[in-house]
């Protein structure tokens, strides 16, 4: 089975402090594809990130960044000079492969984090 | 460029009645289309998804059926609604198994 855990609840941080959301997984798949999505108050949740289990490289997008090691099943998200619009629950996802016919890329969720960021 | 469109943007229901909230995809063919809810707590769970017309399958046994009429159609059902049902309902579609979702802008629909 999948699981994903989120164990911030909430954080909450002064604009331009710097914040990681963590997240850990656990699958018994060797493939995989994880993600992360953001859902502002708005309540539609926004693509930010897939990574898959063969590539284990950081990658950063302006002030965001992402840390995966896959030694230790997480992939970290950090906000660079966190702004009052980065406020929003943050979801983790996970992802098996489709071989086997059941997955049909069905995302396993954590419980996500919401994170408040103060003028 | 493709785009989801998913409504009522939000529902009040009294207890006992009918459900059908809709879903549509613009600009792709064939893809693969689910229902999440999020109830109280964040949590996101998949309710159904479906890989093709008339193909639905259920993640969960419970008060709700989706159906997938058309290609790009997706609605999510119930006969009789119960207070558990209430919570936030999003609609999301996918290009291949392993694509990213993107999501629709969500259904709250209160049961009372």
């Known amino acids: 089975a999948q699981k994903v855990t989120q164990a911030q609840t909430e954080i909450s941080v002064v604009e331009k402090e710097d914040v990681t959301l963590d997240c850990v997984y656990e699958t018994r798949d060797t493939t995989y594809y994880l993600f992360w999505y953001k859902q502002p108050p708005s309540g539609e949740l926004v693509f930010l990130i897939r990574r898959n289990s063969f590539d284990e490289q950081n990658e950063i997008s302006g002030r965001y960044s992402w840390n995966f090691q896959k030694s230790t099943s997480s992939f970290n998200f950090t906000i660079t000079a966190s702004q009052v619009v980065d406020s929003a629950v943050y979801f983790c996802?996970?992802?098996?492969?489709?071989?086997?016919?059941?997955?049909?890329?069905?995302?396993?969720f954590g419980q996500g984090t919401i994170l408040t960021v103060h003028p | 460029s493709q785009t989801i469109h998913q409504w009522p943007a939000t529902l009040v229901q009294p207890v006992g009645s009918p459900l059908s909230l809709e879903c549509t995809v613009e600009g792709t063919s064939n893809p693969n289309l689910y229902w999440y809810r999020q109830a109280a707590g964040r949590g996101l769970q998949l309710l159904f998804y479906s890989v093709g017309i008339g193909q639905i399958s259920s993640e969960v046994p419970q008060n709700l059926s989706a159906s997938r009429p058309q290609d790009r159609q997706f609605i999510l059902s119930s006969k009789k609604l119960l207070l558990s049902d209430s919570g936030f309902y999003l609609c999301?579609?996918?290009?291949?198994?392993?694509?990213?979702?993107?999501f629709g802008s969500g259904t709250q629909l209160s049961v009372l």
């Open positions: 999301a579609w996918s290009q291949g198994f392993n694509e990213k979702l993107f």
């Open positions: 996802a996970l992802r098996g492969p489709n071989a086997g016919g059941t997955s049909y890329g069905k995302l396993t």
